[in-house]
């Protein structure tokens, strides 16, 4: 590998949290990896300094204002980085023929268009954007298979599965069949493990007065706003189990969320006789960015070696679904199938977003999604891009009336 070309990168979400950390990665490995295209949505003057750094072919911004500002700016620099904008500019340098592999890690359904086309090229995936597999399950999982996609998990929980399982199930895949093979491989459990978030210790009425700036100061990683309150609410750890679900192709029954405060194991698997196995390392996204990135090598990744000395107890708890009912709601929408993962998505982003506008509470957030669930009229065709689309847009209209109707 070191000694063959390097690896053309196109990286989805550059300027975010597990961006930066995509290129800090990257930084240490230059003659594996090389940056095709970095995209963000419209932060221009981190774009800037990230093209100046990495000179990319190309960059997208997500509009026609932020792509021209991008442009003129790089115009006095001696970069001559091709500046695109919009759906039309992410599709070009996801499927781009020189491209190898394609890094998605924009935040939330904005994602899924991208990520879905890098599948339908068959290139390298390393998955971030859970919530793209959320929304099209079935649909992604199927078409990185028929086009022969490597879907790499880069969420930390999911990452730690995989690097947990046998290599009879690693070695050629774009998701992981657990189920067909479980006999074969004794893979009885996959124990999700998640940190009980900021307010892991708190009452349901101490929950009710919890501020945005307390919901995004997460104990141990450092991600971003979106993430942080999903984290918050457990319905990051909803969206994992979801995600899980369609990567592993494992039955619900048999996929667990343990609270574990120190973020130290960040996930298992359990075989039939009796093993378990986990991954641990210190909570720094650099481990499975790296792991994602060289898998089946394995590479420096610039992250801390674990002191297990300085750890000195691992805890484990049940979660409480009820303070926390976004993973109850979760758990439903699963079993529920056809649209319903996708509106609970979709009612999930309006109403963290809303959240952190200050225009609802912490606790109306999940009030939210359940009215939204209850509301929506659910679809059991979610076998198309444009069904799964419309199943998103109508859902945030009924969020966003739910929230207009509780002012
Ligand atoms: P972030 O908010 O820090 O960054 C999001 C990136 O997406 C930015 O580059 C932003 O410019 C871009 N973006 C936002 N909206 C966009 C839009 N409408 N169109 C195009 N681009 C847009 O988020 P993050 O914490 O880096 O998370 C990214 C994804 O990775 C999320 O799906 C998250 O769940 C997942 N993830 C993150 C972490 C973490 O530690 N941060 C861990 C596991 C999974
Ligand atoms: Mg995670």
């Known amino acids: 590998m ?75 620099s001696d970069v001559e980085t091709q500046v695109l904008a919009g759906e039309a500019g992410l599709l070009r340098v996801v499927q781009h023929e020189d491209v190898d592999c394609v890094v998605a890690a924009i935040v939330g359904a904005a994602g899924l268009v991208p990520t879905l086309a890098a599948a339908s090229a068959g290139k390298r995936i390393l998955l971030a954007n859970k919530e793209a597999l959320v929304m099209s399950g079935k649909l992604f999982v199927d078409t990185a298979k028929e086009n022969d996609a490597v879907l790499m998990p880069v969420d930390s929980e999911h990452n730690a599965i995989f690097q947990c399982l046998p290599n009879c199930l690693t070695s050629h895949h774009s998701s992981v069949k657990i189920t067909n093979q479980n006999t074969k491989a004794g893979i009885e459990r996959i124990w999700l493990t998640a940190s009980g978030g900021p307010f892991r210790e708190y009452s349901a009425d ?69 093993s378990v196995l986990a991954q641990l390392g210190n909570p720094d996204m650099r481990t499975p960015i790296a792991h994602a990135l060289a898998w089946p090598e394995r590479i420096e990744s610039g992250v801390e070696p674990l002191n297990i000395f300085d750890v000195a107890k691992l805890d484990f708890e049940r979660p409480d679904l009820d303070r926390f009912p976004c993973l109850r709601l979760c758990y439903e929408a699963i079993k529920a199938g056809g649209s319903a993962t996708i509106v609970l998505n979709a009612a999930n982003e309006i109403a963290v977003s809303a959240f952190l506008d200050e225009k609802i509470g912490f606790t109306d957030i999940a009030v939210l ?22 199943a998103d847009r109508a859902a945030r209209i009924i969020t966003n009336n739910c929230i207009a109707e509780m002012h």
């Open 2 to 76: 070191t000694e063959s070309k390097p690896s053309q990168i196109t990286l989805l979400g550059a300027t975010g949290s597990i961006g930066v950390s995509t290129l800090d990665v990257i930084s240490r490995h230059t003659e594996r990896y090389q940056i095709h295209a970095l995209t963000a949505n419209t932060s221009v003057e981190a774009m800037e300094k990230l093209c100046i750094r990495w000179s990319p072919a190309y960059a997208v911004m997500s509009d026609e204002t932020s792509a021209k500002e991008l442009s003129e700016r790089l115009q006095n």
């Open 206 to 274: 101490q929950l009710h007065d919890v501020t945005p700036e307390q919901a995004v100061n997460h104990p141990n990683w450092d991600m971003g706003k979106k993430i942080s309150v999903d984290s918050a609410t457990l319905m990051n750890k909803g969206l994992e189990l979801i995600e899980a679900y369609w990567l592993f192709d494992m039955d619900i029954a048999n996929i667990d969320v343990v609270v574990h405060p120190q973020s130290v194991i960040h996930s298992m698997v359990t075989y039939t006789d009796g």
């Open 369 to 390: 999604i359940e009215k939204t669930l209850d509301e929506a009229v659910m679809t059991e065709d979610v076998s198309s891009l444009e069904s799964i689309l419309e």
